[in-house]
């Protein structure tokens, strides 16, 4: 007979919430389902980093640690050094 399309997303996809998502120096992605602060995210962990807005990433702007993680927002975990490049 036809072909059919379907315009309607899936039911997991449409239940999906916003998440904080940060990539990582390995390149592994981690997300976040709540606000989250960017010193809470460095926290001892990542004392050489810094994050920056994937948005911005080429404007060398980082963010400040007292800015939170916006959901449905992408985040690179950079290295300190490249602050002074």
């Known amino acids: 007979m036809g ?3 379907s315009t309607t997303a899936p039911a997991a996809a449409a239940e ?4 904080a998502r940060v990539i990582e120096i390995n390149c592994k992605l981690v997300e976040y389902s709540a606000s ?3 010193a809470n995210f460095l926290g001892l962990n990542h004392p050489s980093r810094f994050l920056c807005n994937s948005d911005t990433l080429f404007q060398g702007r980082f ?3 007292e800015l939170l993680l ?3 927002r992408l985040y690179s ?3 300190a050094s490249m602050l002074q490049q």
């Open 77 to 79: 975990l950079l290295p």
């Open 70 to 72: 916006g959901l449905g």
């Open 16 to 19: 999906h919430s916003p998440t």
């Open 36 to 38: 989250l602060s960017a």
């Open 3 to 5: 072909s059919s399309f």
């Open 63 to 65: 963010l400040g640690r």
